[in-house]
């Protein structure tokens, strides 16, 4: 009895003792890094022989700090390895052939819009304010920057240039990281720099290029443990590669093909005329506790989170688990062959992440 009445009191204290020191490892955690800490960093990663390395880590510092995305090592390097792959590190790189390609472009843009071709040509043959037409500045272009500011000044020299040739600029994506106009436009609130003029300028410039590329390839939360995936979602959109891995496990159920391309659904697609893989879908019906209109809702949600929390994402990875007896793939790369007037052999979506993949392991090594 005497024993026990002291030993009671000693396992109490000892407990006491223990959560303290939990709380208190628990409140004071590691310190945050400084910036100079983060700058430090990302310059030791970046490869050999990037010039004004102290520029490049002060504008992706910027790009991580502002957008308040975790500069760790993982990060930091999904970034560098991006735009050491798209770029090399440089701000505005020159394209080979770019007239040739310019021009090819704007045609085949001018016919989808039905513009006629003598609209094009007699707008190049207009003098530019320094005397050189249109045409001789196009010729003399050596990269997407340069392109797109020619364009833009025909643009505004052509009577009703805007309403004649505003959707024919043939640049569609710039800067370091290759990002996509349309995308930085439709993510421009909270840009932090000041403006000198459109967003399309801000991102042919490295702080916006590094803006709004950091914000496509990690301003989202998605269900991936590997990078790679990130990486092909950054060439072929936000979650391509979890919606082919649901395309997949509902293709494996009905035992039907279908591209894995990651679309979900057509953008603005009627529910009465479904495309491919709302199809698929609609064939695994009776084993779905899901009517047409539920199956239309959750395929719309496929460029969003939410798609992981509808029945639709749960019931088809059920039934494909089930089948398979393990469980299937929640990310896939997508299949898709790219296309583009840079590109001049054949290349895919599964190329690129493996690739970058490749330069982000040896920016971890660094």
Same mark, same amino acid.
């Given at each position: 009895?005497?024993?026990?009445?002291?030993?009671?009191?000693?396992?109490?204290?000892?407990?006491?003792?223990?959560?303290? &020191?939990?709380?208190?490892a628990?409140?004071?955690?590691?310190p945050?890094?400084?910036?100079?800490?983060?700058?430090?960093?990302?310059?030791?990663?970046?490869?050999?022989?990037v010039?004004?390395?102290?520029?490049?880590?002060?504008?992706?510092?910027?790009?991580?700090?502002?957008?308040?995305?975790?500069?760790?090592?993982?990060?930091?390097?999904? &970034?560098?390895?991006?735009?050491?792959?798209?770029?090399?590190?440089?701000? =505005?790189?020159?394209?080979?052939?770019?007239?040739?390609?310019?021009?090819?472009?704007?045609?085949?843009r001018?016919?989808?819009?039905?513009?006629?071709?003598?609209v094009? =040509?007699?707008?190049?043959?207009?003098?530019?304010?320094?005397?050189?037409?249109? &045409?001789?500045?196009?010729?003399?272009?050596?990269?997407?920057?340069?392109?797109?500011?020619?364009?833009?000044?025909?643009i505004?020299?052509?009577?009703? @240039?805007?309403?004649?040739?505003?959707?024919?600029?043939?640049v569609?994506?710039?800067?370091?990281?290759?990002?996509?106009?349309?995308?930085?436009?439709a993510?421009?609130?909270?840009?932090?720099?000041?403006?000198?003029?459109?967003?399309?300028?801000?991102?042919?410039?490295?702080?916006? @290029?590094l803006?709004?590329?950091?914000?496509?390839?990690?301003?989202?939360?998605?269900?991936y443990t590997?990078?790679l995936?990130?990486?092909?979602?950054?060439?072929?959109?936000?979650?391509?590669?979890?919606?082919?891995?649901?395309?997949?496990?509902?293709?494996?159920?009905?035992?039907?093909s279908?591209?894995?391309? @990651?679309?979900?659904?057509?953008?603005?697609?009627?529910?009465?005329v479904?495309?491919?893989?709302?199809?698929?879908?609609?064939?695994?019906?009776?084993?779905?506790?899901?009517?047409?209109?539920?199956?239309?809702?959750?395929?719309?949600? @496929?460029?969003?989170?939410?798609f992981?929390?509808?029945?639709?994402?749960?019931?088809?990875? &059920?039934?494909?688990?089930?089948?398979?007896?393990?469980?299937?793939?929640?990310?896939?790369?997508?299949?898709i062959?790219?296309?583009?007037?840079?590109?001049?052999?054949?290349?895919?979506?599964?190329?690129?992440?493996r690739?970058?993949?490749?330069?982000?392991?040896?920016?971890?090594?660094?």
């Amino acid at each position: 009895m005497h024993r026990t009445s002291f030993s009671l009191p000693r396992r109490i204290g000892t407990t006491c003792v223990v959560l303290a &020191a939990l709380v208190f490892a628990g409140c004071s955690g590691p310190p945050p890094r400084s910036a100079a800490d983060v700058r430090a960093e990302i310059a030791r990663r970046m490869p050999a022989g990037v010039a004004d390395r102290k520029g490049w880590a002060n504008d992706l510092y910027a790009a991580f700090a502002t957008q308040k995305i975790e500069p760790g090592a993982s990060n930091l390097c999904s &970034a560098i390895a991006v735009i050491e792959q798209e770029s090399g590190f440089r701000a =505005d790189p020159p394209v080979p052939g770019l007239p040739r390609i310019a021009r090819a472009e704007i045609d085949r843009r001018a016919a989808a819009l039905h513009v006629p071709r003598f609209v094009v =040509d007699a707008a190049l043959r207009i003098d530019a304010p320094d005397g050189r037409s249109y &045409a001789e500045h196009l010729a003399a272009v050596r990269t997407e920057q340069q392109l797109s500011e020619v364009f833009e000044q025909m643009i505004s020299a052509v009577p009703m @240039g805007q309403r004649l040739l505003g959707g024919l600029n043939p640049v569609h994506t710039a800067g370091p990281m290759q990002v996509s106009i349309a995308f930085a436009q439709a993510h421009a609130r909270g840009y932090p720099y000041p403006m000198e003029g459109s967003i399309r300028h801000e991102v042919f410039s490295r702080r916006g @290029g590094l803006y709004f590329g950091v914000r496509h390839l990690l301003g989202y939360r998605a269900p991936y443990t590997d990078p790679l995936y990130r990486f092909a979602d950054f060439n072929a959109g936000w979650y391509a590669s979890r919606n082919a891995a649901f395309q997949s496990a509902a293709s494996r159920v009905a035992h039907m093909s279908l591209a894995l391309d @990651g679309d979900l659904l057509r953008p603005g697609a009627a529910r009465d005329v479904p495309g491919a893989t709302e199809r698929v879908v609609r064939a695994l019906r009776p084993r779905l506790a899901l009517d047409d209109a539920a199956i239309h809702r959750a395929l719309a949600l @496929g460029e969003s989170p939410d798609f992981e929390t509808t029945d639709l994402y749960r019931e088809v990875f &059920a039934l494909a688990d089930a089948a398979a007896h393990a469980r299937v793939p929640r990310a896939l790369l997508p299949e898709i062959a790219l296309h583009s007037p840079k590109i001049t052999r054949r290349l895919t979506t599964a190329w690129f992440a493996r690739r970058a993949r490749e330069r982000w392991t040896r920016c971890m090594r660094r």
